[in-house]
Protein backbone atom coordinates (compact mmCIF):
# COMPACT_ATOMS: atom_id res chain seq x y z
CA UNK A 1 0.00 0.00 0.00
CA UNK A 2 1.43 3.46 -1.15
CA UNK A 3 0.03 6.18 1.39
CA UNK A 4 0.39 9.65 1.03
CA UNK A 5 0.32 11.84 3.42
CA UNK A 6 -0.43 16.13 2.95
CA UNK A 7 0.18 18.13 6.04
CA UNK A 8 1.29 21.93 6.23
CA UNK A 9 4.39 21.84 7.63
CA UNK A 10 7.42 19.59 9.59
CA UNK A 11 6.27 19.56 12.99
CA UNK A 12 8.23 17.70 15.92
CA UNK A 13 4.71 15.80 16.88
CA UNK A 14 4.41 14.21 13.53
CA UNK A 15 7.61 13.74 11.42
CA UNK A 16 8.78 10.67 14.16
CA UNK A 17 5.65 8.78 13.26
CA UNK A 18 6.80 9.23 9.81
CA UNK A 19 10.10 8.18 10.31
CA UNK A 20 8.70 4.62 12.14
CA UNK A 21 6.24 4.28 9.56
CA UNK A 22 8.82 4.12 7.02
CA UNK A 23 10.98 1.95 8.94
CA UNK A 24 8.84 -0.21 9.86
CA UNK A 25 7.89 -1.25 5.93
CA UNK A 26 3.88 -2.22 6.80
CA UNK A 27 3.21 0.76 4.13
CA UNK A 28 4.48 2.60 1.71
CA UNK A 29 4.22 6.31 2.57
CA UNK A 30 5.48 9.83 0.90
CA UNK A 31 4.54 13.13 2.89
CA UNK A 32 3.42 16.63 1.03
CA UNK A 33 4.41 19.35 2.48
CA UNK A 34 1.54 22.03 1.57
CA UNK A 35 3.10 25.20 3.16
CA UNK A 36 6.22 24.88 0.81
CA UNK A 37 9.82 25.02 1.98
CA UNK A 38 9.66 28.61 3.81
CA UNK A 39 7.51 26.46 6.58
CA UNK A 40 11.39 26.17 7.71
CA UNK A 41 12.75 28.56 10.29
CA UNK A 42 9.08 30.12 10.10
CA UNK A 43 7.81 32.98 11.73
CA UNK A 44 5.63 31.63 14.59
CA UNK A 45 2.66 33.52 15.45
CA UNK A 46 1.95 32.58 18.94
CA UNK A 47 5.80 32.65 20.41
CA UNK A 48 5.74 35.93 18.40
CA UNK A 49 9.44 34.91 16.95
CA UNK A 50 11.21 33.02 14.26
CA UNK A 51 11.47 28.86 15.36
CA UNK A 52 13.98 27.22 14.53
CA UNK A 53 13.87 24.02 16.38
CA UNK A 54 16.86 21.94 17.71
CA UNK A 55 15.92 18.56 16.44
CA UNK A 56 15.98 16.44 13.43
CA UNK A 57 12.39 16.77 11.46
CA UNK A 58 12.90 15.52 8.17
CA UNK A 59 15.44 12.77 8.24
CA UNK A 60 14.73 9.13 7.98
CA UNK A 61 11.48 9.30 5.30
CA UNK A 62 10.52 10.41 2.07
CA UNK A 63 9.26 13.92 1.18
CA UNK A 64 7.87 16.48 -0.96
CA UNK A 65 7.58 20.25 -0.78
CA UNK A 66 4.44 21.48 -2.35
CA UNK A 67 4.48 24.72 -4.12
CA UNK A 68 2.37 27.35 -2.09
CA UNK A 69 1.02 30.41 -4.21
CA UNK A 70 -0.51 32.01 -1.07
CA UNK A 71 -0.07 35.62 -0.35
CA UNK A 72 0.53 35.31 3.30
CA UNK A 73 1.38 31.80 3.73
CA UNK A 74 1.28 29.89 6.87
CA UNK A 75 -0.98 27.92 8.75
CA UNK A 76 -2.87 30.27 10.94
CA UNK A 77 -5.48 30.95 8.39
CA UNK A 78 -7.24 29.31 5.81
CA UNK A 79 -6.07 31.05 2.22
CA UNK A 80 -2.37 30.53 3.69
CA UNK A 81 -1.81 26.85 1.98
CA UNK A 82 -2.60 27.02 -1.72
CA UNK A 83 -1.30 24.62 -3.78
CA UNK A 84 -2.43 24.84 -7.44
CA UNK A 85 -0.87 21.83 -8.86
CA UNK A 86 -0.78 19.91 -5.76
CA UNK A 87 -2.95 16.44 -7.18
CA UNK A 88 -0.91 16.67 -10.06
CA UNK A 89 2.48 16.45 -7.63
CA UNK A 90 0.64 13.50 -5.70
CA UNK A 91 -1.01 11.47 -8.53
CA UNK A 92 3.13 11.27 -10.16
CA UNK A 93 3.66 9.13 -6.75
CA UNK A 94 0.48 6.92 -7.82
CA UNK A 95 -1.05 6.70 -4.23
CA UNK A 96 -3.37 3.63 -3.02
CA UNK A 97 -5.01 6.15 -0.59
CA UNK A 98 -4.27 9.38 1.46
CA UNK A 99 -4.14 10.42 4.76
CA UNK A 100 -4.52 14.50 5.50
CA UNK A 101 -3.92 16.22 8.59
CA UNK A 102 -6.38 19.25 9.13
CA UNK A 103 -9.29 19.93 6.50
CA UNK A 104 -9.14 23.99 7.58
CA UNK A 105 -6.70 25.04 4.80
CA UNK A 106 -7.82 25.90 0.93
CA UNK A 107 -5.82 23.15 -0.61
CA UNK A 108 -6.35 20.21 2.24
CA UNK A 109 -9.98 20.92 2.12
CA UNK A 110 -9.80 20.48 -1.96
CA UNK A 111 -7.54 17.11 -1.69
CA UNK A 112 -10.50 15.63 0.40
CA UNK A 113 -13.11 16.58 -2.42
CA UNK A 114 -10.56 15.39 -4.67
CA UNK A 115 -9.76 12.20 -3.77
CA UNK A 116 -13.37 10.99 -2.70
CA UNK A 117 -14.60 8.40 -4.51
CA UNK A 118 -11.11 7.46 -5.77
CA UNK A 119 -8.67 6.18 -3.42
CA UNK A 120 -9.60 5.46 0.22
CA UNK A 121 -9.66 9.02 2.53
CA UNK A 122 -8.22 8.82 5.90
CA UNK A 123 -8.21 11.99 7.96
CA UNK A 124 -6.53 12.92 11.31
CA UNK A 125 -7.36 16.53 13.37
CA UNK A 126 -7.51 17.01 17.50
CA UNK A 127 -10.69 19.48 17.28
CA UNK A 128 -13.06 18.66 20.14
CA UNK A 129 -16.66 20.28 21.08
CA UNK A 130 -15.21 22.29 24.09
CA UNK A 131 -15.20 25.48 22.66
CA UNK A 132 -18.30 25.48 20.47
CA UNK A 133 -20.10 28.75 18.83
CA UNK A 134 -23.73 29.60 19.91
CA UNK A 135 -26.68 30.42 18.01
CA UNK A 136 -26.45 30.75 14.42
CA UNK A 137 -23.22 30.05 14.47
CA UNK A 138 -23.14 26.67 16.03
CA UNK A 139 -25.95 25.91 13.75
CA UNK A 140 -23.96 26.88 10.27
CA UNK A 141 -20.75 25.15 11.48
CA UNK A 142 -22.89 22.12 12.09
CA UNK A 143 -24.34 22.10 8.63
CA UNK A 144 -20.65 22.92 7.11
CA UNK A 145 -19.05 20.47 9.10
CA UNK A 146 -21.33 17.39 7.98
CA UNK A 147 -20.35 18.41 4.53
CA UNK A 148 -16.32 18.46 5.21
CA UNK A 149 -16.63 14.61 6.93
CA UNK A 150 -19.02 13.68 4.31
CA UNK A 151 -16.02 13.50 2.55
CA UNK A 152 -13.63 10.90 4.65
CA UNK A 153 -14.01 7.67 4.94
CA UNK A 154 -11.83 6.81 7.81
CA UNK A 155 -10.68 9.35 10.89
CA UNK A 156 -7.80 8.69 13.63
CA UNK A 157 -9.22 9.97 16.36
CA UNK A 158 -6.57 11.20 19.23
CA UNK A 159 -8.90 10.74 22.88
CA UNK A 160 -12.10 10.91 23.85
CA UNK A 161 -13.03 14.59 23.22
CA UNK A 162 -12.01 14.63 19.69
CA UNK A 163 -14.01 11.14 19.17
CA UNK A 164 -17.36 12.96 20.53
CA UNK A 165 -16.75 15.60 18.00
CA UNK A 166 -15.78 12.82 15.01
CA UNK A 167 -19.47 11.52 16.19
CA UNK A 168 -21.12 14.66 16.10
CA UNK A 169 -20.09 15.55 12.76
CA UNK A 170 -21.30 12.53 11.12
CA UNK A 171 -18.63 9.81 11.20
CA UNK A 172 -19.95 6.46 12.19
CA UNK A 173 -18.04 4.17 14.89
CA UNK A 174 -16.89 2.09 11.95
CA UNK A 175 -14.80 4.76 10.41
CA UNK A 176 -13.14 5.94 13.70
CA UNK A 177 -9.80 4.44 15.10
CA UNK A 178 -7.59 5.07 17.94
CA UNK A 179 -4.32 6.61 17.22
CA UNK A 180 -3.22 8.37 20.42
CA UNK A 181 -1.71 11.99 20.49
CA UNK A 182 2.02 11.25 21.13
CA UNK A 183 5.28 12.97 22.20
CA UNK A 184 8.70 11.01 22.28
CA UNK A 185 8.36 9.45 25.64
CA UNK A 186 11.94 8.65 25.94
CA UNK A 187 13.26 11.86 24.69
CA UNK A 188 11.41 12.90 27.75
CA UNK A 189 11.73 10.71 30.37
CA UNK A 190 15.61 10.59 30.56
CA UNK A 191 17.37 11.10 33.29
CA UNK A 192 18.13 14.68 33.78
CA UNK A 193 18.65 14.86 37.31
CA UNK A 194 21.80 17.02 37.23
CA UNK A 195 20.67 19.84 34.64
CA UNK A 196 16.98 19.97 36.38
CA UNK A 197 19.46 20.55 40.00
CA UNK A 198 21.33 23.07 38.05
CA UNK A 199 17.96 25.50 36.84
CA UNK A 200 16.64 25.38 40.30
CA UNK A 201 20.16 26.04 41.60
CA UNK A 202 20.48 29.07 39.34
CA UNK A 203 16.66 30.23 40.31
CA UNK A 204 18.14 30.17 44.05
CA UNK A 205 15.16 27.61 45.00
CA UNK A 206 15.94 26.06 48.48
CA UNK A 207 15.45 21.65 48.42
CA UNK A 208 11.66 21.67 49.70
CA UNK A 209 10.81 24.58 47.57
CA UNK A 210 7.67 23.79 45.10
CA UNK A 211 8.14 24.80 41.47
CA UNK A 212 5.08 25.09 39.77
CA UNK A 213 5.99 25.55 35.42
CA UNK A 214 3.80 27.12 33.04
CA UNK A 215 5.71 26.47 29.46
CA UNK A 216 4.46 27.47 25.85
CA UNK A 217 3.10 30.08 24.11
CA UNK A 218 2.10 33.87 25.87
CA UNK A 219 -0.79 34.18 24.51
CA UNK A 220 -4.53 35.16 25.42
CA UNK A 221 -5.81 31.32 24.45
CA UNK A 222 -3.26 30.11 26.63
CA UNK A 223 -4.31 32.64 29.67
CA UNK A 224 -1.15 32.18 31.76
CA UNK A 225 -2.41 35.39 33.06
CA UNK A 226 -4.93 33.60 35.27
CA UNK A 227 -2.19 31.31 36.75
CA UNK A 228 0.07 34.35 37.46
CA UNK A 229 -3.20 35.76 39.45
CA UNK A 230 -3.96 32.12 40.85
CA UNK A 231 -0.34 32.52 42.36
CA UNK A 232 -0.19 35.78 43.66
CA UNK A 233 -3.25 35.08 45.82
CA UNK A 234 -1.90 32.19 46.77
CA UNK A 235 0.94 33.77 48.81
CA UNK A 236 2.60 30.89 49.73
CA UNK A 237 5.75 30.57 51.58
CA UNK A 238 6.98 27.35 49.62
CA UNK A 239 5.74 27.66 45.80
CA UNK A 240 7.47 29.07 43.16
CA UNK A 241 6.10 30.22 39.08
CA UNK A 242 7.98 29.22 36.47
CA UNK A 243 7.38 30.81 33.43
CA UNK A 244 8.83 30.02 30.09
CA UNK A 245 8.02 31.11 26.77
CA UNK A 246 7.84 34.41 24.30
CA UNK A 247 4.13 35.90 22.77
CA UNK A 248 2.37 38.99 22.90
CA UNK A 249 1.28 38.89 26.57
CA UNK A 250 4.74 38.64 27.54
CA UNK A 251 5.08 42.35 28.99
CA UNK A 252 1.74 42.67 30.49
CA UNK A 253 2.54 39.46 32.47
CA UNK A 254 6.54 40.67 33.58
CA UNK A 255 4.64 43.58 34.71
CA UNK A 256 1.91 42.10 36.60
CA UNK A 257 4.44 39.67 38.65
CA UNK A 258 7.09 42.88 38.88
CA UNK A 259 4.14 44.74 40.55
CA UNK A 260 3.36 41.99 43.35
CA UNK A 261 4.47 41.04 46.92
CA UNK A 262 5.68 37.77 45.64
CA UNK A 263 7.50 39.20 43.09
CA UNK A 264 10.89 37.06 44.26
CA UNK A 265 8.80 33.75 43.85
CA UNK A 266 7.88 34.76 39.91
CA UNK A 267 10.48 33.69 37.35
CA UNK A 268 10.54 34.40 33.54
CA UNK A 269 12.72 32.90 30.71
CA UNK A 270 12.70 32.86 26.80
CA UNK A 271 11.17 30.29 24.81
CA UNK A 272 13.54 27.21 25.03
CA UNK A 273 14.37 25.15 22.35
CA UNK A 274 12.98 20.96 21.71
CA UNK A 275 16.04 19.14 23.59
CA UNK A 276 15.78 22.03 26.60
CA UNK A 277 12.39 20.97 27.48
CA UNK A 278 13.00 17.89 29.59
CA UNK A 279 15.46 19.69 32.03
CA UNK A 280 12.60 22.25 32.55
CA UNK A 281 9.45 19.51 33.26
CA UNK A 282 12.13 17.79 35.29
CA UNK A 283 13.02 20.66 37.94
CA UNK A 284 9.19 21.54 38.69
CA UNK A 285 6.89 19.69 40.70
CA UNK A 286 3.84 20.71 38.89
CA UNK A 287 2.79 21.61 35.32
CA UNK A 288 -0.22 23.60 34.87
CA UNK A 289 -1.96 24.36 31.52
CA UNK A 290 -4.69 27.16 32.05
CA UNK A 291 -6.15 27.42 28.54
CA UNK A 292 -9.24 28.69 27.85
CA UNK A 293 -8.81 26.43 24.52
CA UNK A 294 -6.60 24.05 23.45
CA UNK A 295 -7.76 20.77 21.25
CA UNK A 296 -5.53 18.51 22.67
CA UNK A 297 -2.06 19.83 24.75
CA UNK A 298 0.54 17.78 24.09
CA UNK A 299 2.40 20.30 27.25
CA UNK A 300 0.59 17.89 29.35
CA UNK A 301 1.80 14.70 27.47
CA UNK A 302 5.54 15.82 27.79
CA UNK A 303 4.97 16.57 31.55
CA UNK A 304 3.77 13.50 32.05
CA UNK A 305 6.81 11.45 30.34
CA UNK A 306 8.90 13.01 32.78
CA UNK A 307 7.25 11.87 35.60
CA UNK A 308 5.53 15.15 37.18
CA UNK A 309 1.83 16.05 38.59
CA UNK A 310 -0.32 18.28 36.35
CA UNK A 311 -3.10 20.28 36.42
CA UNK A 312 -5.12 21.93 33.61
CA UNK A 313 -8.34 23.50 32.76
CA UNK A 314 -11.53 21.34 31.86
CA UNK A 315 -10.96 23.22 28.42
CA UNK A 316 -8.00 21.54 27.51
CA UNK A 317 -9.20 18.46 25.38
CA UNK A 318 -6.29 15.71 26.70
CA UNK A 319 -7.44 16.38 30.31
CA UNK A 320 -10.25 13.99 30.29
CA UNK A 321 -7.75 11.36 29.12
CA UNK A 322 -5.12 11.82 31.00
CA UNK A 323 -5.65 13.61 34.18
CA UNK A 324 -6.76 11.20 36.75
CA UNK A 325 -7.92 13.82 39.84
CA UNK A 326 -6.30 12.90 42.98
CA UNK A 327 -4.26 10.19 41.50
CA UNK A 328 -1.57 12.40 38.83
CA UNK A 329 -2.85 15.68 39.46
CA UNK A 330 -6.45 18.00 38.86
CA UNK A 331 -8.58 19.81 36.42
CA UNK A 332 -10.18 23.37 37.37
CA UNK A 333 -13.06 25.03 35.58
CA UNK A 334 -11.64 27.27 33.19
CA UNK A 335 -11.27 30.71 33.58
CA UNK A 336 -12.33 30.30 37.36
CA UNK A 337 -9.59 32.19 39.68
CA UNK A 338 -11.13 30.82 42.44
CA UNK A 339 -11.19 27.34 41.43
CA UNK A 340 -7.49 27.54 40.06
CA UNK A 341 -6.46 28.71 43.71
CA UNK A 342 -8.22 26.00 45.26
CA UNK A 343 -6.49 23.46 43.11
CA UNK A 344 -3.31 24.57 43.08
CA UNK A 345 -3.46 25.44 47.11
CA UNK A 346 -4.50 21.82 47.30
CA UNK A 347 -1.67 20.08 45.53
CA UNK A 348 1.02 22.72 47.12
CA UNK A 349 -0.11 21.48 50.30
CA UNK A 350 -0.02 17.80 49.82
CA UNK A 351 4.12 18.27 49.24
CA UNK A 352 6.87 17.39 47.35
CA UNK A 353 6.64 13.44 48.14
CA UNK A 354 2.78 13.34 47.41
CA UNK A 355 3.44 15.07 43.83
CA UNK A 356 6.39 13.44 43.27
CA UNK A 357 4.18 9.95 43.84
CA UNK A 358 1.60 11.72 41.55
CA UNK A 359 4.04 11.88 38.76
CA UNK A 360 5.41 8.21 38.94
CA UNK A 361 1.46 7.77 38.43
CA UNK A 362 1.71 10.47 35.44
CA UNK A 363 4.85 8.06 33.37
CA UNK A 364 2.83 4.85 33.89
CA UNK A 365 0.02 6.09 32.63
CA UNK A 366 1.44 7.52 29.69
CA UNK A 367 3.56 4.53 28.16
CA UNK A 368 0.64 3.44 25.73
CA UNK A 369 0.26 7.14 24.26
CA UNK A 370 3.59 6.49 22.15
CA UNK A 371 4.66 7.57 18.43
CA UNK A 372 4.99 3.61 18.29
CA UNK A 373 1.33 3.03 19.34
CA UNK A 374 0.07 5.86 16.41
CA UNK A 375 1.97 4.39 14.14
CA UNK A 376 0.49 0.92 14.61
CA UNK A 377 -2.98 1.67 14.49
CA UNK A 378 -2.57 3.84 11.33
CA UNK A 379 -0.86 0.57 9.85
CA UNK A 380 -3.71 -1.82 11.22
CA UNK A 381 -6.56 -0.09 8.64
CA UNK A 382 -4.18 1.24 5.64
CA UNK A 383 -2.42 -2.01 4.86
CA UNK A 384 -5.71 -3.91 4.64
CA UNK A 385 -7.36 -1.78 2.26
Known amino acids: MRLAIITTHPIQYYAPVFKLLHERKQVEIKVFYSWGEKAINKFDHGFNKTINWDIEILDGYPFEWLKNTSNDPGSHHFNGIINPRATGQINKWKPDAILVYGWAYHSHLKALRYYKNKIP????????????????????KYIFLRWVYKHVDYAFYV???????????????????????????????????????????????????ILILFAGKFEPVKNVALLLSAFIDLNSPDAHLLLVGNGINEQALKTQANECSVADKI??????????????????????????????????????????AVLASDKVGAAVDLIKPGFNGAIFKSGSLTDLVFNLSKLIAAGKKELNGMGVYSKELIKDWSFENQAIAIESVIKYE
Request: glycine share 6%; with cysteine.
Open 121 to 140: VYFRGDSTLLDEPKGIKKFL
Open 267 to 308: HFLDFKNQTYMPVLYQASDLFCLPSVSETWGLSVNEAMACGR
Open 159 to 209: GQNNKTYFRKYGLKESQLIFAPHAIDNLRFNADLTLEAAELRSSLKLKQND
